[in-house]
T-cell receptor
């Protein structure tokens, strides 16, 4: 699986957009970008995934650069409940049945 | 998204006893489930891959005789920690691959089980 690099921590003011970057310069053509988050003492929560195009759902938006070497997860209006560790993971689309490899992620603190 | 449950959410046991943790996919069938362990301030580490109807595949360094995995149905996998010791105290998390997500192979995680061995 391609390696990802994320900043270890970020702060965001409540109500503002949180933009979490992820570098995946060795990503292959068939690898998806996934984002999960883990709130303290809970299991990881799926947020969003994408291959080439930008994606948006009720939780967040995922912006993938044209060369696919980096992406940004956007939480449009961060709340205190969005404080969590956010994980960016890349995995091949044909890697059925394989696990997700979690790095250290980005610890996002939403401040009042 | 899909829902994965775990039971119990928290368990405290004496050293030497065995503990069973259940992982269920509630609204989809999962041929493959995964078991992770997470120690404080660390990331999730894969322990084993559980395949319905066959033996689990364990990661290097994980004792298969100590961490028994059974995936008897398409919606249930169990992890049994046998002869638990204090060093087994950890946060155990399962995940299940949702086949309805097709090529994206999205996996959903349970809420975790906090095991404390006294």
């Amino acid at each position: 699986d391609a390696k990802t690099t994320q900043p270890p921590s970020m702060d965001c003011a409540e109500g503002r957009a949180a933009n979490l970057p992820c570098n995946h310069s060795t990503i292959s053509g068939n690898e998806y970008v996934y984002w999960y988050r883990q709130i303290h003492s809970q299991g990881p929560q799926y947020i969003i995934h994408g291959l080439k195009n930008n994606e948006t759902n009720e939780m967040a938006s995922l912006i993938i650069t044209e060369d696919r070497k980096s992406s940004t997860l956007i939480l449009p209006h961060a709340t205190l409940r969005d404080t969590a560790v956010y994980y960016c993971i890349v995995r091949p689309s044909d890697n059925y049945g394989q696990n997700f490899v979690f790095g250290p992620g980005t610890r996002l603190s939403v401040l009042p | 998204g899909a829902v994965v449950s775990q039971h119990p959410s928290r368990v405290i046991c004496k050293s030497g006893t065995s503990v069973k943790i259940e992982c269920r996919s509630l609204d989809f069938q999962a041929t493959t489930m995964f078991w992770y362990r997470q120690f404080p301030k660390q990331s999730l580490m894969l322990m084993a891959t559980s395949n319905e109807g066959s033996k689990a595949t364990y990661e290097q360094g994980v004792e298969k005789d100590k961490f028994l995995i059974n995936h008897a149905s398409l919606t249930l996998s169990t992890l049994t920690v046998t002869s638990a010791h204090p060093e087994d105290s950890s946060f155990y998390i399962c995940s299940a691959r949702d086949p309805r997500t097709g090529m994206a192979d999205t996996q959903y995680f349970g809420p975790g089980t906090r095991l404390t061995v006294l």
